[in-house]
């Protein structure tokens, strides 16, 4: 009945098809080649087929075209080799190659090591740009490489209070879940303007916290350690396409307002004096923070069941039962 979600299911089956016959290689392939950009219109990230191996440039092109074909692709100007891309486009790869990964266990990566940064209207791609995708040093081992991002990881979900374990040892399957949990989240957030205000200042100030940290890090770096300076790219942008599901982990922020929230509006609306809109807000927040309690979101089943509970978060405009001595009674 929603257009919108009909032109995703499209776009999710047409970028399917372009990613064969290795559609979850593919997927990661393509991310690799995405930076993030300022958002512009929905548009959020950015390829530069200049910085695409010889080997990728197929396959990045048809998803590309792919996504063209539903408007969530465009030219970046004249440039003909640099394109915007939509939140859409990137969000249905993100759940491609979080649907294929199957294994049981250890770090999941949407964003894999060697993805680029995003700076919205940089320079025009440089020759050597090319180069900042490959390993940096070849003294310097995969395993080594990815060692030093996940610590920076840590570092910068450190500066948002949060414990990087709860991001980094999320299984595939149970990411995959984390995003369906995240979308849930939103629609709720959207269906209460008071709810998106207190939420958007939170992302802002997580936002800045974020950016500090990293800066904090680049700056840090000494002349010897310069090859550190990709994996810190990559753990910024890989916390920066997950936003979403990183608020959401424990203890994060969109737990904390809404728990502050709650505790500001209960005793007014104990006594009945709230405004509709203030208890409409009340019971929103109230019934999110009773999905968040006792949900360690530590595997599937846990992400599952906190989607479930926002999908049943009594939503701006719907009738709500409110509970008193007993009774039951419409608001």
């Known amino acids: 009945a929603d257009k919108a979600n009909v032109d995703l299911a499209e776009l999710e089956k ?19 080649y995405m930076h ?32 063209a074909t539903l408007d969530r692709v ?15 486009l990137y969000k249905t790869l993100a759940r491609i190659r979080a649907r294929s990964l199957v294994v049981p266990a250890g770090p999941r990566q949407i964003a894999a090591l060697g993805q680029g940064h995003f700076n919205f209207g940089g320079s025009l791609t440089e020759q050597s740009k090319a180069i900042e995708h490959k390993p940096v040093a070849p003294e310097h081992s995969l395993p080594e490489l990815n060692a030093v991002r996940s610590r920076y990881i840590g570092n910068l979900l450190e500066a948002l209070n949060l414990d990087a374990s709860f991001y980094e040892d999320l299984p595939g399957p149970a990411f995959g879940a984390a995003i369906a949990a995240s979308e849930a989240f939103g629609r709720a957030r959207n269906s209460n303007q008071l ?3 207190h939420l958007t200042a939170r992302d802002e100030e997580a936002q ?25 790219r990559d753990a910024y942008q890989d916390i920066e396409q ?21 505790e500001d509006l209960e005793a007014d609306a104990g006594d009945g004096r709230l405004s509709t809109e203030q208890a409409e807000l009340y019971e929103l927040a109230r019934a999110l923070l009773d999905a968040f309690r006792g949900n360690n979101r530590g595997n599937e089943t846990s992400w599952r069941r906190l989607e479930a509970g926002f999908n049943q978060a009594p939503l ?16």
């Open 14 to 32: 047409i970028v399917g098809v372009a990613l064969l016959p290795d559609v979850n290689q593919n997927a990661e392939t393509v991310l690799h």
């Open 36 to 67: 993030p950009i300022s958002e512009d219109r929905g548009f959020t990230a950015e390829i530069k087929l200049g910085e695409v191996a010889p080997a990728d440039i197929r396959t990045v092109r048809n998803t590309l075209n792919a996504g």
């Open 74 to 88: 465009q030219r970046a100007g004249k440039d003909a080799s640099h394109y915007f891309v939509h939140k859409d």
């Open 195 to 197: 709810l998106d205000q």
């Open 208 to 232: 800045i916290s974020l950016d500090q940290a990293y800066n904090y890090l680049k700056g840090k770096l000494k002349p010897g350690a310069e090859w550190e300076r990709q994996p810190l």
């Open 242 to 262: 997950n936003w979403p599901v990183v608020m959401l982990l424990p203890n994060g922020p969109y737990e904390t307002v809404l728990k502050t929230m709650v």
């Open 316 to 331: 701006e405009g719907e009738k709500r039962v409110a509970f008193d001595d007993g009774r039951n009674r419409l608001n």
